[in-house]
Structure formats: structure tokens, C-alpha cells
């Protein structure tokens, strides 16, 4: 059964850095692209970004790039998002996602973790 | 980016209604759509890839089409487990986006 479990979330102020994380079973965790996509408060889903399996290619939303990095480290079957330089307008519930087999599309979604950028 | 809009943004229906959600895509996309739903405090649902291919365990209920800039989503007949929001994504080009969402209500 795929699991994705997402933790790293929590309160951070403006200007702050903060890593999440997603743990992934299930499945053979370097052979597909994984991604984050964020709900934000009474708004809609956001995509963010993604890394292919090898973890050579990546790409991110016009809002995070430059602010955001993706990495995985398939040895521990994780996937991270590290956020820098984080405003108000990212808060938001961050799911992790898997790319189904044919790619382009996300199959299994973790629960989410709040990110909360307040003073 | 791609923008991508959803109409209507708030449908009111009943059990056994069948709803359609049109999805536009600012440009081209060719059929690389997928479709999903969210309920409050859970993961998103995963229904339609491709425009028109329906996820393996979703119920047939479901389906969608279109190809190029328009799509549909639809509902033959509505459930009580199907109100919920529904998003479209396109994938045929970086960065993915989401549409703004359609939110289906019971009436």
C-alpha cells in the first residue's frame, strides 16, 4: 500500500526557513517524479514543485522559485521541501504527491502539513 | 504559465442530478488534464487523467473530456460522497497549475 507521510510543517515568522519532509512506502520510490502541492486558506490547491526519480531535474511555481528547493534522498525513500525567505502568502496545508506511472499526474497524496508564516 | 479557469465556480445539485464542470485552459494542452476532488481535512482525490481516462477504483459515474483548451467533468448521476470541490490540472507543461476549483454543494 503507498503511503506518504509529511511532517516539518509548524509556526514560523516572516523572512524564516523552514524544511518539510515526506516519507514514502509502498512503492519503488526512486522510479517516479514527487512533488508538492499546497491548499492555501479558503482558497484552492497551489501546485509548488517537482523532481524526477533521479533527482536530476526539478522545477517549481513561479511564486516559490528562488525562495523554494526540492530534494529527495531515495537511499531513505524522503522527499523535503526547503523553504526560505517564507511571507504570509505561503501559508498553507502542503501535501505531498506521487506522479502515477504515466506521468504528469499525481495518483497518491499524503494528509498535508500546516505552515503557518506569522509574527 | 498556463491559467486555467472553472466554471460554474459553485454548482447547487441533488442527489441524482448529473453535473458537468467545464475547465478552460489559457493555450493548448492537448488532453494532458487530470481531474481531482478535495473534502475538508483530507487528501485529494485522484479521478481523471488524460482528459478522459478514468482512474482505476473510481465509479464510473465519473467522466471526462475534451481536448486542446475546453474540458468537462461529469457526474451522471450525483451520490451523497460526491459533494466536495473539484480541481482540474494541466500537465502539459511546467509549471503544472490547478484551476481555481468548483465547489459542489448539495441544494
Known amino acids: 500500500e503507498v503511503q506518504l507521510l509529511e511532517s516539518g510543517g509548524g509556526l514560523v515568522q516572516p523572512g524564516g526557513s523552514l524544511r518539510l519532509s515526506c516519507a514514502a512506502s509502498?512503492?519503488?520510490?526512486?522510479?517516479?517524479?514527487m512533488g508538492w502541492v499546497r491548499q492555501t486558506p479558503g482558497k484552492g490547491l497551489e501546485w509548488v514543485s517537482v523532481i524526477t526519480g533521479n533527482g536530476r531535474d526539478t522545477y517549481y511555481a513561479t511564486s516559490v522559485r528562488g525562495r523554494f528547493t526540492i530534494s529527495r534522498d531515495n537511499s531513505k525513500n524522503t522527499l523535503y521541501l526547503q523553504m526560505n525567505s517564507l511571507r504570509a502568502d505561503d501559508t498553507a496545508v502542503y501535501f505531498c504527491?506521487?506522479?502515477?506511472?504515466?506521468?504528469?499526474?499525481?495518483?497518491?497524496w499524503g494528509q498535508g502539513t500546516l505552515v503557518t508564516v506569522s509574527s | 504559465d498556463i491559467q486555467m479557469t472553472q466554471s460554474p465556480s459553485t454548482l447547487s445539485a441533488s442527489v441524482g442530478d448529473r453535473v458537468t464542470i467545464t475547465c478552460r485552459a489559457s493555450q493548448t494542452i492537448n488532453s494532458w488534464l487530470a481531474w481531482y476532488q478535495l473534502k475538508p481535512g483530507k487528501a485529494p482525490k485522484f479521478l481523471i487523467y488524460k482528459a478522459s481516462s478514468l482512474e482505476s477504483g473510481v465509479p464510473s459515474r465519473f467522466s471526462g473530456s475534451g481536448s486542446g483548451t475546453e474540458f468537462t467533468l461529469t457526474i451522471s448521476s450525483l451520490q451523497p460522497d460526491d459533494f466536495a470541490t473539484y480541481y482540474c490540472q494541466q500537465y502539459n507543461s511546467y509549471p503544472r497549475t490547478f484551476g481555481p476549483g468548483t465547489k459542489l454543494e448539495i441544494k
Open positions: 509502498g512503492f519503488t520510490f526512486s522510479s517516479f517524479t
Open positions: 504527491a506521487k506522479d502515477d506511472v504515466r506521468g504528469g499526474s499525481s495518483d497518491y
